[in-house]
């Protein structure tokens, strides 16, 4: 488990892999502690993904954070927060890819999921190459 840091389960956008402007500056410079998987149902939104509490698996990646106090970057990028709020933020159990179990940060969509597809595998990274290769 990692000590005094903040860790952030990132599934979508903010994935190193996946990430290009803003999220790629948000996340510049953070490290990144591996792959891990968190209880929920994973659902493509066209331009990013949203993730919700359900009994499946969402695969992503934890990032480590100084401080409490640098998730207002995030909480801005994610719309977390106010009335209309597209996120919520809530600190949920993360199994890492060796096994071991730690408490991170997640953000879960907020609004209602009507025309929503859900991601088979709980993987947004995976899905999105698998939807690039079908379409060539």
Same mark, same amino acid.
């Given at each position: 488990?990692?000590?005094?840091?903040?860790?952030?389960?990132? @599934? *979508?956008?903010?994935?190193?892999?996946?990430? &290009?402007?803003?999220?790629?500056?948000?996340?510049?410079? !953070?490290?990144?502690?591996?792959?891990?998987?968190?209880?929920? !149902? !994973?659902?493509?939104? *066209?331009?990013?993904?949203?993730?919700?509490?359900?009994? *499946?698996?969402? &695969?992503?990646?934890?990032?480590?954070?100084? $401080?409490?106090?640098? !998730?207002?970057?995030?909480?801005? @990028?994610?719309?977390?927060?106010?009335?209309? $709020?597209?996120?919520?933020?809530?600190?949920?159990?993360?199994?890492?890819?060796?096994?071991? *179990?730690?408490?991170?940060?997640?953000?879960? @969509?907020?609004?209602?999921?009507?025309?929503?597809?859900?991601?088979?595998?709980?993987? @947004?990274?995976?899905?999105?190459?698998?939807?690039?290769? $079908?379409?060539?």
């Amino acid at each position: 488990m990692v000590h005094a840091s903040v860790l952030l389960f990132v @599934y *979508g956008t903010l994935r190193p892999t996946l990430a &290009r402007g803003e999220p790629a500056r948000l996340i510049a410079g !953070l490290p990144h502690r591996g792959t891990a998987t968190v209880r929920g !149902l !994973l659902y493509d939104l *066209g331009r990013y993904p949203a993730m919700v509490p359900g009994a *499946g698996t969402v &695969r992503g990646d934890l990032l480590e954070i100084g $401080s409490i106090e640098q !998730l207002a970057a995030f909480d801005a @990028y994610e719309e977390c927060g106010g009335l209309q $709020s597209l996120y919520v933020r809530k600190r949920l159990p993360a199994v890492q890819a060796d096994g071991g *179990g730690v408490m991170a940060w997640v953000y879960l @969509y907020a609004r209602p999921l009507a025309a929503a597809r859900l991601i088979p595998g709980g993987d @947004y990274a995976a899905d999105r190459q698998a939807r690039r290769q $079908s379409a060539d």
